[in-house]
């Protein structure tokens, strides 16, 4: 059994910055994919960025490349997400979650995750 802890979330203006830090508890991780997802009020969840555990490989959604950086830290097990430059649609909980199967192909499918944290909320005002 793996645990999933997110925190970081907050209220933040438009333009600024939020780091979410996602502590993994339960298991090391010897080839896993974590990710990060996102779910706006009304909306589907959406893969936002993925990493892979061993080789630290990265995938972003074309919304938030360039301004969105996923990182890991083995010591802590921990996956992180820095944002930058928020943007008001940016609003949204957003989830971490990992993929035991490890493959950065299957990356962007939330089918693919085997476990996933409770969320924490993010939200920009413009």
């Known amino acids: 059994q793996v645990q999933l802890v997110e925190s970081g979330g907050g209220l933040v203006q438009a333009g600024g910055s939020l780091r979410l830090s996602c502590v993994a508890s339960?298991?090391?991780?010897?080839?896993?994919?974590m990710g990060w997802f996102r779910q706006a009020p009304g909306k589907e969840r959406e893969f936002i960025a993925g990493i892979t555990w061993t080789g630290g490989i990265t995938t972003y959604a074309d919304s938030v490349k360039g301004r969105f950086t996923i990182s890991r830290e083995k010591v802590k097990n921990a996956v992180y997400l820095q944002m930058n430059s928020l943007k008001p649609e940016d609003t949204a909980v957003y989830y971490c979650?990992?993929?035991?199967?490890?493959?950065?192909?299957?990356?962007?499918?939330?089918?693919?995750?085997?476990?996933w944290g409770q969320g924490t909320q993010v939200t920009v005002s413009s």
């Open positions: 979650a990992v993929d035991l199967g490890g493959l950065i192909a299957t990356a962007r499918r939330a089918a693919a995750y085997d476990y």
């Open positions: 339960g298991r090391t991780f010897s080839r896993a994919t």
